[in-house]
């Protein structure tokens, strides 16, 4: 598998700040790679410089080997990496279906439309809300049109910030399953969480990031297996 | 109380009310996008009233016209605007907007003054028709064309922010700016074009009213104002608020000038908006108070 993201030596802040400290991560083609983290671990920060939404003080953030950061948010949308934010970031006073298509970034009617018709099929749910407003949904309605709306850009790469917050443990689970049939069909996943036990589960390889750095790297078993991993993201 | 009268002032106050309308869109639409107040509206306004009277005194454009291209000019001028000051102060405090957009407008008022000087101006239009009779009640011509035209293009905006891949893409900026971001929004893009088009509504909607109106380079403060209680009426950032508050002003006003001495009929925009902010804060169409 070729490598699809490469962060170097990456570091962002916030005025005096420093959110994350030089981090260097891979994510290859159709992975799904999820970073896990405590609250202030520097997750956030690293999926918004990803993005573009805010700007790297050090290091660089490679797509498909063409460098993305320098590049505005709207420019990195266009060479395929969505985000699915913390707190969803819907249009709440506009409709479900209005939420969708802003996501889309096709100019061609028909792929538009199919794209709909994808996403639709992944979240029944939001067809029947299609003309509903999305501030008018429920928590998990309105993980489902983020994540939806995602996917309207065809992204080679979706980013995920913690899809599972403030969600009922069955709203969760189906949101799970889908990620897991969206990777399946070869949309590479980065993934930020809390649920560890989750994250764990979905992704084929992680990152653990505390205090803004990397402290441990690897595949599910070998994670599953570490003490570190256990004893304080687990509490086994 | 003569009933004629009053019908008299209603369809005059509603046929006023179009172009009042349209300003209030424009101010309004530039609010919600950038929750920015423009406080140059009013001056816009009076640019779009004298590059009138210039097409219509030097080119002999009829304003009737001449208002496509006031609208294309404070396109531009809004555009610009927006660019090169708004868009460096968007995160600023809001006193720190106030003061750019009060500075715009003396800018403006000022340039008018030295351009046009500080005597009335008012702008024939060709059109000058004998009015016509509904009945016992006459209807201005002037008056009936810079209605229907305001109407037209209130609605035309209102088909390209609700049928159109950019117009929803101005709606979302405004809804959730952030989340905007996030789905690759060329946000300042947005900006510009969104303060372009609040410009040229004004500006269309002075080019319309110039023929009804004598107006000098001060006339842009109380326009201004009068905008800035609209919107408020209508309730902030609501383009059917703005739409409809224009043309409720509008009636109230002539309405007033019926009842009371026609010089008070500020009185009843301001008593109107006194009594509305009572009973409903946010305004008659907007959400709930920020």
Known sequence: MSTLLRLADVEVGYGDLVAVHGISLEVRQGEAVALIGGNGAGKTSTLRAISGLLPLRRGRVELAGARLDGLRASQIVARGVAHVPEGRQLFPSMTVRENLELGSRDGDRRRHDETLEFVYALFPRLRERERQLAGTLSGGEQQMCAIGRGLMARPALLLLDEPSLGLAPVMVKLIFETLRAVNDQGTTLLLVEQNVARALALAHRSYVIENGRIVLEGPREQLLASPHIKQAYLGL | ?290
């Open chain 2, 1 to 290: 109380m003569d009933l004629t009268l009053v019908a008299q002032g209603l369809l005059s106050g509603l046929l006023f009310g179009g172009v009042t309308s349209l300003m209030a869109v424009g101010l309004t639409l530039i609010f919600g996008v950038m929750r920015v107040v423009n406080f140059a509206h009013g001056d816009m306004m009076v640019w779009g009233m004298y590059l009138a009277w210039m097409l219509s005194s030097r080119a002999g454009i009829d304003p009737y016209l001449g208002f496509v291209v006031c609208a294309a000019a404070l396109f531009v001028l809004g555009l610009g605007v927006q660019r090169g000051l708004v868009d460096r102060i968007l995160d600023a405090p809001h006193e720190m907007q106030i003061l750019l957009m009060l500075g715009v407008a003396l800018v403006l008022e000022n340039a008018a003054l030295v351009a046009f000087g500080p005597e009335p101006a008012r702008v024939r239009s060709s059109l000058t028709l004998p009015p016509l009779w509904l009945g016992p009640l006459f209807v201005d011509v002037a008056r009936l064309i810079t209605f229907v035209i305001a109407i037209a293009l209130t609605v035309l905006l209102g088909l390209f922010l609700f049928r159109t891949a950019f117009g929803r893409r101005i709606r979302a900026a405004a809804d959730n700016p952030y989340g905007a971001l996030v789905v690759g929004t060329d946000v300042r893009r947005v900006y510009a074009v969104a303060f372009g088009i609040g410009a040229a509504c004004v500006g269309a909607a002075g080019a319309l009213v110039a023929p009804i109106l004598p107006f000098q380079p001060t006339t842009g403060l109380g326009l201004s104002v009068a905008s800035f209680n609209i919107v408020i009426i209508g309730g902030m950032g609501s383009l059917l608020g703005a739409f409809l508050g224009g043309l409720i002003v509008s009636i109230a006003e002539s309405l007033g000038a019926v009842f009371l001495a026609p010089s008070m009929k500020e009185l009843v925009s301001f008593g109107l908006l006194i009594v509305i902010l009572l009973f409903r804060p946010a305004g008659l169409f907007g959400k709930r108070a920020a």
